[in-house]
């Protein structure tokens, strides 16, 4: 079985269903509240272990109900949450509100995920790490110094990249934003871009080795999309799947997230998305 250690933020996602989102300074009163588990981190770990990898969450929360809410909801995953910290500092969370369409804007407060301990993680350096950057860039960065396995970075939020990730980062996943914030990433050895409605493609060193279309579906929630594509091709990757497969796979568990309204939705064995 695949093995991949995830590093990343963990938050309790309050999120706002409305018809429209509201202008600066304007109150829309339509609001649905929903509380439900999320941060880039745990989404992709969740997602990862659904997709049938052996997950590792490297993280932390506080000590609170919310604490107790969020690691639940990783086990129900099937995600090992041994190496989770407890600290004293409130769990994230993350205030999100979505739209009819299905598009989000997203406050984030770090909380305990500001307060992760990289030097108190026991794991092997071999097992592949998957990361992004809602934690705080040291902490990143010393698990990208100890590891010796394929180091995947999910470059969002965007923000400058020490040399050190530069150098140590075997795939580079974003968004086109995220891409364009970056424009070093056009000669790194392996970018995976996502285009929205238009799909995905890899890049080798700016060049363009595969591509794939996205997937029709029912936009519920674009919140978990971009996390579970990054996990599903990081999964698909580990697995010796061929560039193209891999995206094709990426692009369809994106879709499946798409339509479904939870941070971590529910997806199936990657096999099934390989059609």
């Avoid at 300074?25 to 997709?51: F, W």
């Avoid at 091709?233 to 497969?245: E, S």
Wanted: proline share 5%; hydrophobic share 50%.
């Amino acid at each position: 079985m695949t093995r991949l250690d995830v590093l990343g933020a963990i938050n309790e996602d309050v999120v706002a269903r409305v018809q429209r989102a509201p202008a600066l300074g304007e109150t829309v009163a339509d609001g649905v509240l929903r509380h439900q588990p999320g941060g880039k981190g745990a989404n992709q770990a969740a997602a990862a272990a659904r997709l049938g990898a052996r997950v590792r969450m490297l993280g932390a929360v506080g000590r609170d109900a919310a604490a107790a809410q969020m690691r639940a909801a990783l086990e129900s995953a099937g995600v090992d949450v041994s190496a989770v910290q407890a600290v004293d500092e409130a769990t994230g969370t993350a205030l999100i509100v979505v739209d009819e369409a299905g598009e989000n804007s997203i406050v984030v407060c770090p909380g305990a995920n500001a307060r992760i301990d990289p030097t108190r993680f026991e794991r092997d350096p071999a097992v592949p790490v998957l990361a992004q950057l809602e934690v705080e860039a040291a902490v990143v960065d010393h698990l990208a110094r100890e590891s010796t396995g394929l180091f995947a970075l999910n470059v969002s939020p965007a923000r400058e990249l020490g040399q050190l990730l530069w150098d140590r980062t075997g795939l580079f996943i974003v968004n086109e934003g995220e891409y364009a914030a970056l424009p070093r990433l056009a000669t790194a050895p392996l970018v995976a871009l996502t285009l929205g409605a238009d799909g995905a493609v890899l890049l080798r060193a700016g060049r363009r080795v595969a591509e794939a279309p996205s997937v029709p579906t029912s936009v519920v929630s674009t919140v978990g999309a971009g996390d579970a594509f990054a996990a599903a091709l990081t999964v698909a990757m580990l697995r010796g799947l061929d560039d193209d497969v891999a995206l094709r796979a990426a692009c369809a568990v994106g879709a499946a997230a798409v339509a479904d309204e939870r941070s971590q939705p529910a997806l199936q064995p990657l096999d099934e998305y390989l059609g």
